[in-house]
């Protein structure tokens, strides 16, 4: 089986562009959460959907949008990027969110290395 | 909110030998998740331990354990035998058992993690 697929693996943009990750989950889960990883931290919590809805949201500005399809996969959109936007973008996927009380495990991508020039 | 801290940058350990990673944490509930995970060069985080905040018996797999003292909040992860490929960094992370609850995110929150290296 696949795991967690993301595309594309390295991205350069230009400041004030506009940007769109993609991820596809494993096969049978419905939950996929976006984080931020900045060089040298640990990743931060950008969104949480399951079901195409938005299940949770972190601290980050309204440029940063997402969004799930019926195939559970998702997009991240980040719009007028800055250079404080460069990191590592992961996709987490599990079988169901994590606000019922179920320990389910998440599985990541590799990541998607956004860099704004 | 709930706050992960390492406070150990890098750590190296011999081929063989035992090596202990540090984490502590803050947070107001009583139910929840711990964890480790590990990022290789090839970036992506595997699932390394967990431990279920309500079970007073540390998790165990293979050569990894924890020593988690919920009273201290401290959640330390020892790795014996290390080998080449445990080279990696690890992060440690929480997340709460029951988020609608106390109306916290459903998310992980991770430490700054871990820069663990492993020489011959």
């Known amino acids: 089986d696949a795991g967690v697929t993301q595309s594309p693996t390295h991205l350069i943009k230009t400041r004030g562009q506009q940007v769109t990750l993609r991820c596809s989950p494993i096969s049978g889960h419905k939950s996929v959460s976006w984080y931020q990883q900045v060089l040298g931290q640990g990743p931060q919590f950008i969104f949480q959907y399951y079901e195409k809805e938005e299940r949770g949201r972190g601290n980050f500005p309204d440029r940063f949008s997402a969004r799930q399809f019926p195939n559970y996969s998702s997009e991240l959109n980040v719009n007028a990027l800055l250079l404080g936007d460069s990191a590592l973008y992961l996709c987490a996927s599990s079988l169901e969110p994590w606000d019922i009380p179920l320990n389910t495990e998440a599985f990541f991508g590799q990541g998607t290395r956004l860099t704004v020039v | 909110a709930q706050t992960v801290t390492q406070s150990q940058p890098e750590m190296s350990v011999q081929e063989a030998e035992t090596v202990t990673l540090s984490c502590t944490y803050d947070t107001s509930e009583s139910d929840y998740y711990l964890f480790w995970y590990k990022q290789p060069p090839s970036r992506q985080m595997i699932l390394v331990i967990r431990?279920?905040?309500?079970?007073?018996q540390n998790a165990t797999e293979n050569r990894f354990s924890v020593n988690f003292q919920k009273a201290a909040k401290s959640f330390s992860l020892k790795i014996s035998d290390s080998q080449l490929g445990d080279a990696a960094m690890y992060f440690c992370?929480?997340?709460?058992?029951?988020?609608?609850?106390?109306?916290?995110?459903?998310?992980?929150?991770f430490g700054t993690g871990t820069r663990l290296q492993v020489t011959l």
């Open positions: 431990q279920e905040a309500y079970k007073q």
């Open positions: 992370a929480y997340r709460s058992a029951y988020p609608l609850n106390t109306g916290t995110a459903s998310k992980l929150t």
